[in-house]
T-cell receptor
Framework: SQQGEEDPQALSIQEGENATMNCSYK?????LQWYRQNSGRGLVHLIL?????REKHSGRLRVTLDTSKKSSSLLITASRAADTASYFC????????????FGRGTSLIVHP | EAQVTQNPRYLITVTGKKLTVTCSQN?????MSWYRQDPGLGLRQIYY???????DKGDVPEGYKVSRKEKRNFPLILESPSPNQTSLYFC???????????FGSGTRLTVV
């Protein structure tokens, strides 16, 4: 199955700054999801955006989806040290696949 | 508390010695799946199950078996583990296909 790709691979910022990470994919999707993983722990679901949606918010998170460019972005505003983690996008292809495709992730470090 | 419970958290075993990693969820989810996470390769799906007695292969099923005799449990079986199965394993569940996943805390397996 095709793989989503996050960009950048690593991001280092200061507390209070905004963090933006991007996800690109190759085929038509049903939905796209973002997850957070603290070092060595299980992934935590952050937000799901459907193919007919363009933007979604959840607290300090803002996700956009551009299906024409096959890309999504995750914006974390006013970042905190506790946001330090890896962030993954996962896509569900339209057409019946039961296999979500995870990207390799963006490693975010937020310095206090 | 709604959760996915995996056991054990850490396991070191020898080549060829059969082992089982257990996974249980208390959310009445229909959909369950197993992933392995390797550096540089991201998360790859091993097997998934859409309901009791319904299982199917993911991207990397070779060397693994699963069963789904009850809705809450989805064990991962390695009949004859090999060193290339050294990895971090995650069980995940969701209400249905395409919904956000709840992940377990992971099982770090080392095969020597």
């Amino acid at each position: 199955s095709q793989q989503g790709e996050e960009d950048p691979q690593a991001l280092s910022i200061q507390e209070g700054e905004n963090a933006t990470m991007n996800c690109s994919y190759k085929t038509s999707i049903n939905n796209l999801q973002w997850y957070r993983q603290n070092s060595g722990r299980g992934l935590v679901h952050l937000i799901l955006i459907r193919s007919n949606e363009r933007e979604k918010h959840s607290g300090r998170l803002r996700v956009t989806l551009d299906t024409s460019k096959k890309s999504s972005s995750l914006l974390i505003t006013a970042s905190r040290a506790a946001d330090t983690a890896s962030y993954f996008c996962a896509t569900f292809e339209s057409g019946g696949s039961y296999i979500p495709t995870f990207g390799r992730g963006t490693s975010l470090i937020v310095h206090p | 508390e709604a959760q996915v419970t995996q056991n054990p958290r850490y396991l070191i075993t020898v080549t060829g010695k059969k082992l089982t990693v257990t996974c249980s969820q208390n959310m009445n989810h229909e959909y369950m799946s197993w992933y392995r996470q390797d550096p540089g390769l991201g998360l790859r799906q091993i097997y998934y199950s859409m309901n009791v007695e319904v299982t199917d292969k993911g991207d990397v099923p070779e060397g693994y078996k699963v069963s789904r005799k009850e809705k809450r449990n989805f064990p991962l079986i390695l009949e004859s583990p090999s060193p290339n199965q050294t990895s971090l394993y995650f069980c995940a569940s969701s209400t249905r296909r395409g919904d956000g996943y709840t992940f377990g805390s992971g099982t770090r397996l080392t095969v020597v």
